[in-house]
């Protein structure tokens, strides 16, 4: 079956450490794969999409990288701070490049001052 | 980024009654809208997909008399929960897209709509 897991405990880390999420799937093909991030009772934000020929993006301190062999993305914030602290979900383009993103359940980052 | 507006932020309503929510793109032509539910801690799960002047594609096991959907113009589209049930109620969430620039553009979302139905 098709499936987007993302890690379902919460992660916590200390002010100005690097956050590192991951997004891994089965069963898709993705053109692409996009990250956003959801505050509480708020609809997700778009932050980064990275494409199937691309290894890595960068955006300020937000780095994604994308490995389609081992069907995994990371997303890295670099020097977080207690404001990155928010659900971060990966995205991906299901229908094989029509974009009708899919959803992962979201991974809570909590950013300690 | 641009931007789309989505109301009610929240309603209550009463069993069986209809409730509508509306999600506008303010400054962009949503040819394509998208509409989501979201439950407590889970991901947002498509409920169906709208292009503009045309019916709507819900997805499977949406029930498409019971969650009306409305894209008449590139700037606005209705979402109805019609005779609603305290099952209904949820986060509601829409997302809209300009495909006239190429269908990987980017998707923008609204605020969501928190329903409970009592």
């Known amino acids: 079956s098709q499936k987007i897991e993302q890690n379902s405990e919460a992660l916590n880390i200390q002010e100005g450490k690097t956050a590192t999420l991951t997004c891994n799937y089965t069963?898709?093909?993705?053109?692409?794969l996009q990250w956003y991030r959801q505050d509480p009772g708020r609809g997700p934000v778009f932050l980064l999409l990275?494409?199937?020929?691309?290894k890595e993006k960068r955006k300020e301190r937000l780095k994604v990288t994308f490995d389609t062999t081992l069907k995994q993305s990371l997303f890295h914030i670099t020097a977080s701070q207690p404001a990155d602290s928010a659900t971060y979900l990966c995205a991906l383009d299901a229908s094989g490049g029509s974009y009708i993103p899919t959803f992962g359940r979201g991974t809570s980052l909590i950013v300690h001052p | 980024g641009a931007v789309v507006s989505q109301h009610p932020s929240w309603v209550i309503c009463k069993s069986g009654t209809s409730v509508k929510i509306e999600c506008r793109s303010l400054?962009?032509?949503?040819?394509?809208m998208f509409w989501y539910r979201q439950f407590p801690k889970q991901s947002l799960m498509l409920m169906a997909t709208s292009n503009e002047g045309s019916k709507a594609t819900y997805e499977q096991g949406v029930e498409k008399d019971k969650f009306l959907i409305n894209h008449a113009s590139l700037t606005l589209s209705t979402l109805t929960v019609t005779s609603a049930h305290p099952e209904d109620s949820s986060f509601y969430i829409c997302?809209?897209?300009?495909?006239?620039?190429?269908?990987?553009?980017?998707?923008?979302f609204g605020q969501g709509t928190r329903l409970t139905v009592v």
């Open positions: 990275i494409r199937e020929n691309e």
């Open positions: 069963n898709y093909s993705p053109a692409y």
């Open positions: 400054d962009f032509q949503a040819t394509t």
């Open positions: 997302s809209a897209q300009d495909r006239n620039l190429g269908s990987n553009t980017e998707a923008f």
